[in-house]
């Protein structure tokens, strides 16, 4: 058992190490780095398509993709005009800062937005910095009002929440109150969005909220 321990610790410790590094590169250059967490399904990928069309233009962005299999999901993001890496994990349930590290070299210094979508689970993903300096969560209006108290770790350690699929919920027995009041007593400092990719609900004040982000980035490097 003490083994299994010091083995955990030690890949933690050095993924830690990384992460720092990666964000050390990032914040430097002016760049804000977003990790991305869900359930399969919540609408990670969606919504990133929202917002290539909301920044591209005005506010560069590049994507990295984590998932098990496939190349789907990066594949939509090029088809927006918008630079996507695929890291297929083999059957690994999140990413690591190391794998970051070996794509980073070929993300353009000169974006402003580096997005990580993370694998599809609300569990595995929490334990792992990807040198990131916003963590979202997402959680889907199908999934349950009940997930922030099931599955902590995601709530506490995020800055943001957002509550995808709102136009569902006129027919879903979701409490946008009682999920918000869950992760909030969780997480007192959780920024909570509520959005609807499809109606648009909640894409203005989330877009504003990350250009804000990334300027406060800028001035504490300026």
């Known amino acids: 058992m003490n083994k299994q321990i010091y083995v955990l610790r030690d890949i933690l410790g050095t993924n830690q190490k990384v992460a720092a590094e990666i964000k050390a590169a990032c914040e ?5 780095v977003l990790n991305l967490m869900s ?12 917002l290539a069309d909301r920044l591209k233009g005005s506010h560069p962005m590049a994507v990295i993709e984590g998932d098990i299999e496939t190349e789907r999901d990066a594949e939509r993001i090029r088809a ?31 974006i402003d937005f580096l997005f990580i979508e993370n694998v599809g689970n609300l569990v ?28 902590p770790k995601a709530f506490l350690t995020a800055q943001v929440l957002i509550i995808t699929k709102s ?16 992760a909030l007593e969780l997480n007192p400092g959780l920024r909570v969005f ?26 504490g490097y300026a």
């Open 28 to 32: 430097e250059r002016g760049i804000l």
């Open 124 to 151: 595995c993903p929490a334990s792992y910095d990807l040198g990131e300096r916003l963590r979202i969560v997402l959680l889907s209006s199908p999934e349950g009002d009940d997930k922030p108290k099931k599955y």
């Open 80 to 110: 927006k005009g918008v630079p996507a890496w695929q890291i297929t994990t083999g059957g690994a349930c999140h990413l690591e800062a190391k794998m970051i590290a070996r794509v980073l070299p070929e993300v353009s210094p000169e």
């Open 167 to 182: 136009d569902l919920l006129p027919y879903l027995p979701f409490d946008v109150e009682r999920a918000k009041k869950e």
């Open 39 to 50: 359930s399969p399904g919540a609408g990670k990928t969606t919504l990133l398509e929202k």
């Open 194 to 219: 509520v959005v609807s990719a499809l109606t648009g609900e909640g894409l203005d004040e989330l877009t504003a909220f990350l250009l804000a982000s990334r300027e406060a980035l800028r001035a």
